[in-house]
Nanobody
Framework: QVPLVESGGGLVQTGGSLRLSCAAS????????MGWFRQAPGKEREFVVA????????RYADSVKGRFTISRDNAKNTVYLQMNSLKPDDTAVYYC????????????????WGQGTQVTVSS
């Protein structure tokens, strides 16, 4: 098991910024690729961004490219999602996830999930 706990969500105005954190415990964090997904009300969960175990490779959904930045600190067992220029369409519950192996964008490929943190962007 790799328990994951997200934090940092909240309410922000359009154009604002938030920084999400996902803290992991249990097995060595550096063994896992990490991803962020989000689920808006009435919609399916979707891929946002992922990062390789080393942090050297990242992949972003087109909708967040240039606005969101993922990073990780393996010494702190934490992955971060810096979200800038937020839009109302970014409103969702954001989940972090972990998988053993290369980063992928496929939700079903992730083995461990956090409980989610709410991000609300007001217009």
């Amino acid at each position: 098991q790799v328990p994951l706990v997200e934090s940092g969500g909240g309410l922000v105005q359009t154009g604002g910024s938030l920084r999400l954190s996902c803290a992991a415990s249990g097995r060595p964090f550096s063994n896992y690729a990490m991803g962020w997904f989000r689920q808006a009300p009435g919609k399916e969960r979707e891929f946002v961004v992922a990062i390789s175990w080393s942090g050297g490779v990242t992949r972003y959904a087109d909708s967040v490219k240039g606005r969101f930045t993922i990073s990780r600190d393996n010494a702190k067992n934490t992955v971060y999602l810096q979200m800038n220029s937020l839009k109302p369409d970014d409103t969702a519950v954001y989940y972090c996830a972990a998988r053993s192996g290369p980063l992928v964008a496929t939700m079903a490929s992730y083995d461990y999930w956090g409980q989610g943190t709410q991000v609300t962007v007001s217009s």
